[in-house]
């Protein structure tokens, strides 16, 4: 009986004094975190909302590379544009729902990077049709001012 008490008393000692066991802890985590990109949330950070150039003008291309599939949706006749103009104004917190992303800084300098695209997409083909109007009205004018 002794012995077994001994016993007892050493194997609670060499339980209290385990150098190999692991640390008790009593952590808890309170709140959210801030990067809760990926997890598909209702809820974004500040800075995220916003409209999205290269979401709205390079959809289908946009929606592949942040995970955002409804962007497929654009190829579809007569409801691409509508899919597009959807994309251009929640595209950015779809994107972040939808990807995970490093921080808030690294998502809106990708999409900066985007939007830049999507504005010269948009904009230069512009600057061609004005130039394929304007170009041939001009020397129309020229021949018939006398000139040349």
């Given amino acids: 009986m002794l012995a077994k008490q001994i016993v007892n008393n050493l ?3 060499i339980e209290m004094n385990d150098v190999y066991a692991a640390p008790k802890s009593d952590v808890t985590l309170t709140g959210q975190p ?3 990109s990926g997890m598909k949330q209702n809820t974004v950070p500040d800075g995220i909302a916003g ?3 290269g979401a709205f003008s390079l959809n289908w291309i946009w929606g592949g590379f942040n995970k955002t599939y409804i962007g497929f949706l654009a190829l579809v006749p007569y409801i691409g544009f509508i899919v597009a103009i959807y994309l251009g104004f929640k595209g950015r917190e779809l994107a972040w ?3 995970k992303w490093d921080s808030v800084e ?3 300098r990708v999409q ?3 939007s ?3 504005l010269c997409l948009l904009f230069i083909p512009l600057i061609g049709i004005i130039a394929a ?3 041939p009205a001009y020397q129309d004018y020229v021949l018939r001012a006398g000139g040349i």
């Fill in 112 to 114: 900066k990077k985007w």
């Fill in 11 to 13: 194997s609670k000692e």
């Fill in 106 to 108: 690294h998502f809106n």
């Fill in 133 to 135: 109007i304007a170009i």
């Fill in 97 to 99: 729902k939808n990807k």
């Fill in 51 to 53: 409209f999205s150039w």
């Fill in 116 to 118: 830049i695209w999507g």
């Fill in 34 to 36: 801030d990067n809760n």
